[in-house]
């Protein structure tokens, strides 16, 4: 309740599920950056690779030729096919794969059409934010499960204990954000066993598939045969392809689950900018071919690894992604949001304080991430400033 009139009680406004929502936690920080000219090192924005020029020239040509308006609302059928082509599993363009607007859509479409009021879903500690916020707005209860620092293994016997008849998801993401690590085959098998146990779905975060880097390959639940007809893919073009304002992700399931996510997609946004989904499914580029930008992201995660290692900060080499999750207890015994602040007033560099990454901020406050995803010039300058 929020007042009363007239001797009538007022209701609040706002639905349960929009009041826990949380906003960035960032806002004040970014002033501060913005008043300071500082590097930023904390959004996974690209400032590397840079857009394809082809890409560029392929959206103003599909602008130009009068493809401004609806497109399919699952998506255009050469991106589709792009996206498909994209797995080491076959997947079927015209009744798996669906365009979204960015992974972020996709995050939502698979937690709203997969989740009731109630239902619990598991996710892995430390996580990327919007896992929390997409199971609040389905009304679902997350349930944490801490991976074990410094290595950020899944510990086969907590996972168990978090499974159970409420379990209704698992929310799973490799390479991750923020850690850089991958799921195994086998911590992916032991996922497979427990979800079959329980009937629970599994929801893959896999935008960071395209950057994988000393010569990994990239593990998708599809790869898995106990996990791919209880999976939902998510991937996005917004890092890989250095396209994050085009707004275009996608969701990969089998038919009868694709049926059910387009619906969703229908009343969430009923497809993405068509133009754009035109220039991305004809530049010949998503499968990778011809664009292989993690050879070159790998060189930046190890400038920043030697930058941020060099002043005393631990962390694992992120095996794909943009980022580090740094601990900095050999440098400083200050809560990790003291010292961002620290760092941003003495150095010009602005990092992440990992807080919003736990379930308890507690847990998150050794820990800083770095976005390595910038340009050499980017990195060097930083490296300046910290050494100031
Ligand atoms: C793990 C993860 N999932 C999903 C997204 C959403 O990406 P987008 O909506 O730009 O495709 C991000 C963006 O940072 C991310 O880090």
């Given at each position: 309740m929020t007042g009363a009139v007239a001797g009538r009680a007022l209701r609040d406004p706002f639905a349960v599920r929009a009041q826990h929502l949380n906003g960035s936690s960032l806002a004040e920080l970014f002033v501060l950056a913005r008043e300071r000219s500082a590097i930023d090192l904390a959004v996974g924005t690209p400032g590397f690779p840079v857009t394809p020029p082809r890409l560029i020239e392929g959206a103003v040509e599909a602008l130009r030729s009068g493809r401004n308006q609806y497109e399919a609302a699952h998506g255009e059928a050469m991106l589709r096919r792009q996206i498909a082509d994209s797995f080491s599993t076959?997947?079927?363009p015209d009744t798996d794969i669906t365009v979204t607007v960015g992974g972020t859509e996709a995050l939502c479409a698979a937690v709203l059409a997969s989740v009731d009021p109630g239902d619990e879903v598991v996710i892995l500690e430390p996580f990327y934010e919007n896992f929390v916020n997409a199971i609040a707005l389905a009304g679902g209860v997350p349930r944490v499960v801490s991976l074990r620092a410094p290595h950020w293994r899944l510990d086969a016997a907590e996972l168990a204990e978090a499974f159970g008849p409420r379990t209704r998801a698992l929310i799973v993401n490799s390479p991750s954000n923020p850690t850089g690590r991958m799921l195994t085959l086998e911590e992916l098998d032991e996922i497979a066993r427990l979800c079959e146990r329980w009937d629970v779905t599994v929801i893959s975060d896999e935008v960071y598939a395209g950057l994988v880097f000393d010569g990994r390959n990239h593990l998708s639940v599809m790869?898995?045969?106990?996990?791919r007809d209880r999976s939902i893919v998510i991937g996005s073009?917004?890092?890989?392809?250095?396209?994050?304002?085009?707004r275009l992700g996608y969701l990969r399931a089998e038919a009868r689950r694709t049926d059910v996510l387009r619906r969703v997609h229908e009343v969430t946004s009923n497809g993405a900018a068509a133009p754009l989904q035109f220039a991305a499914g004809h530049a010949g580029l998503v499968a990778g071919e011809r664009w292989r930008p993690a050879i070159d992201l790998a060189a930046r995660?190890?400038?920043?690894?030697?930058?941020?290692?060099?002043?005393g900060f631990t962390f694992q080499p992120a095996e794909g992604g943009c980022f580090l999750l740094a601990d900095i207890s050999a440098v400083t015994a200050a809560d990790c949001r003291d010292y961002v602040r620290r760092l941003l007033e003495?150095?010009?560099?602005?990092?992440?304080?990992?807080?919003?990454?736990?379930?308890?901020?507690?847990r998150g406050s050794r820990y800083v991430r770095i976005a390595f995803n910038r340009t050499l010039d980017t990195l060097r300058a930083?490296?300046?400033?910290?050494?100031?």
């Open positions: 076959p997947a079927d790869d898995v045969p106990g996990l073009l917004s890092k890989s392809l250095a396209v994050s304002g085009w995660r190890d400038v920043a690894q030697q930058i941020f290692g060099d002043l003495e150095s010009a560099v602005l990092v992440v304080p990992a807080t919003p990454f736990f379930a308890d901020p507690e930083a490296e300046r400033n910290l050494s100031r």
